[in-house]
Structure formats: structure tokens, C-alpha cells
T-cell receptor, first 118, second 110 residues
Framework: GAVVSQHPSWVICKSGTSVKIECRSL??????MFWYRQFPKQSLMLMAT?????????EQGVEKDKFLINHASLTLSTLTVTSAHPEDSSFYIC??????????????FGEGSWLTVV | EDKVVQSPLSLVVHEGDTVTLNCSYE??????LLWYKQEKKAPTFLFML????IEKKSGRLSSILDKKELFSILNITATQTGDSAVYLC??????????FGAGTILRVKS
């Protein structure tokens, strides 16, 4: 099946610094990728839709200046958490749509990135 | 407002039991319904359902969608301890957004 790779798997950073998380589709091209956040014991919440070659679309309540998304190529999207604070500590997951076979398109997830801000 | 509701929220069974997980939804621009299994990391894909009444099967897991009554079930037969996980139901909308339910925590005891 399609593979989506996310890096780093986990990161610890100091409050006030910025952290970049990468999401790559390894064996397919993805014009659209999605970024989710998941707090402990909660479900995934969509943060933004990353569009190759254009600006990301953010969900209501998500600060676009704080969570910078860049989709520079058909296989790479990055999420930068700027001026991170402890409340930004969470599990961040990306996904990409595989435009597959006649059964339809399927969305695959990266492995996720644990961010801890201290 | 889009809603995906899963039940039960959590479930404890013994190895060998059969379980049924439920997912109901009220979502505009419905495109598909997906089931994922989440252990310690990101969700892994199980099924995607687009048509009513057609069962999808993979080993001991099966799933079916009812687009008239707006629900889906995920069945796991002969459960094993390795089935312990959070099972997430998500509805895919046109525009490719996924709306997730809160998940069902399944624990299989040996």
C-alpha cells in the first residue's frame, strides 16, 4: 500500500523556539496533504489542508501564523510550530490522499510526531 | 455541524469473543466511510466503504455501511490480544476532509 513518512517521530523543544515536522509521500504524489493534532485520549482534529503550490486552508480556531504549512512539492509538506508553548505539546499527524484504483481514493497517515515543549 | 459518533466508547472482551463496533454519522457531502486501527502511533487503514450493503472483509475483520440509516459497523471475530487498540471511524467528505469519531477503545484479555 501507499506509504506516508513523517519526521521526526518525537521532538522536545524549549518554549519559544520553533519546530518543523516533515510529511512525505514516499511512493505516490499527493497534491493535498492534511495535518491533524491529537491530544491524549482524544480523537484526531483536523488543523489544516495543505495544497501543493498554494496556501494552506486552516480550520476554524487554528492560528495560521503559529502553525506554518508549506507544501513545496508533490511529495512533501511541512508543518512549523512557531514560538512553541507547552500547550502546543501534542501528537501531530499528517495524511495524504492516494488517488488509487476504481474503488476510490484512500487517505494514508504518517507515523505521527510527538511534540513536547518544555 | 458534522458529527461522527462511535459506540461503545470502550469495550473489554476475552480472547475468542466476537465484537461489533458501531459508527453513526451526520455529515454533509458524504463521500466515504473509513475505519482505522490506532495503537501507539498513527492510525493504520482498515477499510474504506462507499456503497451500502457491500461487506468488506479482511481476515477476521469485516465492515459494512448503511447509507440510508447513516451508520457502519466493524466486526472482529475470534478476537486476539493483538486486536487491542483504539478503532477510529472517519467520514470522508468531498474536498477530502476526514471527520473523525472519538474512537472505541478495545481491550482483549487473554
Amino acid at each position: 500500500g501507499a506509504v506516508v513518512s513523517q519526521h521526526p517521530s518525537w521532538v522536545i523543544c524549549k518554549s519559544g523556539t520553533s519546530v518543523k515536522i516533515e510529511c512525505r509521500s514516499l511512493d505516490f504524489q499527493a497534491t493535498t496533504m492534511f495535518w491533524y493534532r491529537q491530544f491524549p485520549k482524544q480523537s484526531l482534529m483536523l488543523m489544516a489542508t495543505s495544497n501543493e503550490g498554494s496556501k494552506a486552508t486552516y480550520e476554524q480556531g487554528v492560528e495560521k501564523d503559529k502553525f506554518l504549512i508549506n507544501h513545496a512539492s508533490l511529495t512533501l509538506s511541512t508543518l512549523t510550530v512557531t514560538s512553541a508553548h507547552p500547550e502546543d505539546s501534542s501528537f501531530y499527524i499528517c495524511s495524504a490522499e492516494w488517488r488509487g484504483n476504481s474503488s476510490g481514493n484512500t487517505i494514508y497517515f504518517g507515523e505521527g510526531s510527538w511534540l513536547t515543549v518544555v | 455541524e458534522d458529527k461522527v459518533v462511535q459506540s461503545p466508547l470502550s469495550l473489554v472482551v476475552h480472547e475468542g469473543d466476537t465484537v461489533t463496533l458501531n459508527c453513526s454519522y451526520e455529515v454533509t457531502n458524504f463521500r466515504s466511510l473509513l475505519w482505522y486501527k490506532q495503537e501507539k502511533k498513527a492510525p493504520t487503514f482498515l477499510f474504506m466503504l462507499t456503497s451500502s450493503g457491500i461487506e468488506k472483509k479482511s481476515g477476521r475483520l469485516s465492515s459494512i455501511l448503511d447509507k440510508k440509516e447513516l451508520f457502519s459497523i466493524l466486526n472482529i471475530t475470534a478476537t486476539q490480544t493483538g486486536d487491542s487498540a483504539v478503532y477510529l471511524c472517519a467520514v470522508g467528505k468531498y474536498g477530502n476532509k476526514l471527520v473523525f469519531g472519538a474512537g472505541t477503545i478495545l481491550r482483549v484479555k487473554s
